[in-house]
């Protein structure tokens, strides 16, 4: 069973090498990747796409784009939780991750935007089934639902750790990736993992740290939740 939220109004991909995200009529999701050609698709991240709503656009008059989300949708995705199933068109599933954070680089495309967006910017999401989006497409819910994913990055980063194997290490770079965060949180690492206790600081090292372990990059993770 689903329900119909809206529809998809732009669709948007941005290459490796591109300084900032292309408008497309269309677009290929690819199971447990991302969009095909765009510069986050990675199996390893809850970040494969982001998900605007218009009323976030209109409400501050923004320019097209200013969010740099892939998708724009004509709802307002702050009402979005984490594990919610989407269904895109006739075919595409995407997993919501949590919201994404206003970070200061908003501002190099309108001035005061990142403290004005708030909890607006849009959603994280997982491709679960693959398929092509297009401009036009609806937009539904599904009964399915899926195992949440915090929205604070402390506790996404202390699920990682907990996941890390018997017997293997996490590097502290495979660990920001994996929980969704930007590396300059790394230096906050050491404390937090401190303060969680010394089963987590032992799971996850710096990469200069020396050890006898072997280390795991998160491969899985999400994917195990996703089954």
Do not use: K
Not at 27 to 34: E, N, T
Request: aromatic share 4%; proline share 7%.
């Amino acid at each position: 069973m689903s329900r119909r939220l809206g529809t998809v109004l732009a669709i948007a991909a941005r290459a490796p090498n591109a300084a900032a995200p292309t408008a497309r009529e269309r677009v290929h999701a690819l199971a447990g990747c991302g969009l095909a050609g765009d510069i986050h698709a990675d199996p390893r991240s809850p970040r494969q796409l982001l998900l605007a709503g218009a009323p976030a656009y209109r409400a501050l008059g923004l320019p097209p784009q200013a969010l740099r989300e892939n998708l724009l949708l004509d709802l307002d995705t702050a009402a979005f939780v984490s594990g919610t199933v989407l269904r895109i068109g006739a075919q595409v599933r995407l997993r919501l991750s949590f919201q994404c954070e206003a970070c200061g680089s908003l501002d190099r495309h309108a001035p005061g935007l990142a403290h004005a967006i708030g909890a607006r910017r849009g959603i994280l999401a997982r491709v679960l089934t693959g398929g092509e989006i297009r401009v036009g497409d609806p937009v539904a819910v599904l009964e399915e639902r899926l195992p949440a994913l915090p929205e604070d990055w402390r506790e996404r980063v202390a699920r990682v750790v907990e996941a890390v194997p018997p017997e293997h290490v996490i590097g502290y770079a495979d660990l920001a990736h994996v929980a969704g965060v930007q590396s300059s949180y790394c230096r906050a690492f050491p404390r937090l993992l401190a303060r969680l206790g010394p089963a987590y600081a032992a799971r996850a090292v710096s990469a200069r740290a020396g050890t006898a372990l072997a280390r795991w990059d998160g491969a899985g993770f999400h994917a195990r939740a996703e089954r």
